[in-house]
């Protein structure tokens, strides 16, 4: 079945790094724009980027840019995002999502929790 | 930017109907995703392009839209359909979430 499993994450420093991964399953990975979104604790959904299926195409939410870097490994079936300069802000749920947006998310990961504290 | 509106929460007694709203500017050009979120799991999508409903989403779910709103209803309302639900646009190549809704059923 199609499946998205997300891992990466953990607790950081402000300042500090750290790159989340999403392997997908269950589908032809590469035929897909994928997408990152995050929730804060008792937030709502915030989107932060996509991608294109090739990955020629990637868009960021203002909040992030110059920050994180979305990247995928088709041959892989993985998405990624890697998260430098972090913020007490930053820290949320962190979810992987097959779609853009425009093509709705219709399948969504379990989660994977980040925690920026000193 | 683009926003999309909706109310905090929405009560509805069991085996009624329940309508949640989302306000946008002239969301009536846009297509509109809904998901449904219970605490601690991940969002499903249960509406999608304004009124089509994914596969094993019951029909108790329908969706509509008129020039600056979209509509989520849900009838016979069940215990199990207590949850967040959150509107979700394109707009200018960027994602766009209202601030979600939560549905209590009494």
């Known amino acids: 079945q199609v499946q998205l499993v997300e891992s990466g994450g953990g607790l950081v420093k402000p300042g500090g790094f750290l790159r989340l991964s999403c392997a997908a399953s269950?589908?032809?990975?590469?035929?897909?724009?994928m997408t990152w979104i995050r929730q804060a604790p008792g937030k709502w959904l915030e989107w932060i980027s996509y991608i294109s299926s090739s990955g020629s195409k990637i868009y960021y939410t203002d909040s992030v840019k110059g920050r994180f870097t979305i990247s995928r490994d088709n041959a892989k079936n993985s998405l990624y995002l890697q998260m430098n300069s972090l913020r007490a802000e930053d820290t949320a749920v962190y979810y992987c999502?097959?779609?853009?947006?425009?093509?709705?998310?219709?399948?969504w990961g379990q989660g994977t929790l980040v925690t920026v504290s000193s | 930017s683009y926003e999309l509106t909706q109310p905090l929460s929405v009560s509805v007694a069991l085996g009624q109907t329940a309508r949640i709203t989302c306000g946008g500017s002239y969301i009536g050009s846009k297509n509109v995703h809904w998901y449904q979120q219970k605490p601690g799991q991940a969002p499903v999508l249960v509406i999608y392009r304004d009124s089509s409903r994914p596969s094993g989403i019951p029909e108790r779910f329908s969706g509509s839209k008129s020039v600056n709103t979209a509509n989520l209803t849900i009838r016979r309302a069940q215990a199990g359909d207590e949850a967040d639900y959150y509107c979700q646009v394109w707009d200018s190549s960027t994602v766009i979430f209202g601030g979600g809704t939560k549905l209590t059923v009494l």
């Open positions: 999502a097959r779609g853009s947006g425009l093509i709705p998310f219709d399948c």
């Open positions: 269950g589908f032809n990975f590469s035929d897909y724009y």
